[in-house]
């Protein structure tokens, strides 16, 4: 991968980037994706963050190399410190980290949120807090969708600000639009999950000491959702 040669969960998430957006890239790692959007003149302008010293010099060497260092600022930030009013940002990518860690950028950057700017997210698991997040947060969800990449199931998921936003405990846990589009890879994820979960069970129920009750009702809801929603 990289700037000519997006990988398949990354140009996904570029599908669900407006055109013409001013992007802000959290966690931009090599800047792939505001550079590759950035040539094909999909966005006016991006800011790249990064939280750390290596990936901030790789994102700034990809900028330099392609040319775009006026339309990309590539800033060392954390998480959403990396935006600036100035920046007038319309879209907010957050890519490849576990959906708690996402929602903790968010939380602890609401300060640079606008409201008006669209939220492109692809968490590594942990989809459930980050939706309870969204939606406690007034972000409703426009899309979902799942796809296969190395043999790994990923999410993305797209919001952005509305009014009276509210979801059941079942839809945070699988998705309100996954459940409704039901894709083969959204079904393939949760029968990948229901035999993991039986197994976890199955290995709780054995252990007998230090049961914790809450955690096998909490696997025997989850159980009961899934088989509920295969059936």
């Known amino acids: 991968?990289?700037?000519?040669?997006?990988?398949?969960?990354?140009?996904?998430?570029?599908?669900?980037?407006?055109?013409?957006?001013?992007?802000?890239?959290?966690?931009?790692?090599?800047?792939?994706?505001?550079?590759?959007?950035?040539?094909?003149?999909?966005?006016?302008?991006?800011?790249?963050?990064?939280?750390?010293?290596?990936?901030?010099?790789?994102a700034n060497?990809?900028?330099?190399?392609?040319?775009?260092?006026?339309?990309?600022?590539?800033?060392?930030?954390?998480?959403?410190?990396?935006?600036?009013?100035?920046?007038?940002?319309?879209?907010?990518?957050?890519?490849?980290?576990?959906?708690?860690?996402i929602r903790d950028i968010l939380d602890s950057g609401k300060a640079h949120l606008n409201g008006r700017e669209r939220l492109i997210l692809q968490p590594n698991g942990g989809e459930q807090p980050l939706r309870r997040w969204l939606m406690e947060n007034g972000y409703q969800i426009l899309h979902e969708e799942v796809l296969r990449e190395n043999r790994f199931y990923y999410e993305i998921i797209v919001a952005e600000r509305a009014e009276g936003v509210s979801y059941s405990a079942e839809q945070l846990y699988f998705g309100p639009m996954q459940m409704q589009a039901r894709t083969p890879q959204f079904l393939a994820k949760w029968q990948r999950l229901l035999r993991q979960k039986r197994k976890a069970l199955a290995s709780l129920e054995q252990a007998r000491q230090g049961l914790s009750v809450q955690k096998v009702q909490e696997i025997e809801q989850q159980i009961a959702w899934i088989n509920q929603l295969l059936a």
């Open 61 to 101: 060497r990809t900028v330099g190399d392609n040319g775009l260092a006026q339309h990309i600022t590539v800033r060392l930030a954390d998480g959403l410190a990396a935006i600036e009013p100035a920046d007038a940002i319309t879209a907010i990518s957050l890519c490849g980290m576990g959906g708690e860690t």
């Open 1 to 58: 991968m990289n700037e000519h040669t997006l990988s398949q969960r990354l140009e996904r998430v570029a599908a669900h980037v407006p055109a013409g957006a001013r992007l802000a890239d959290i966690g931009s790692d090599h800047a792939y994706l505001p550079v590759a959007l950035m040539r094909r003149g999909a966005i006016a302008a991006a800011v790249s963050g990064e939280v750390a010293a290596t990936p901030f010099q790789a």
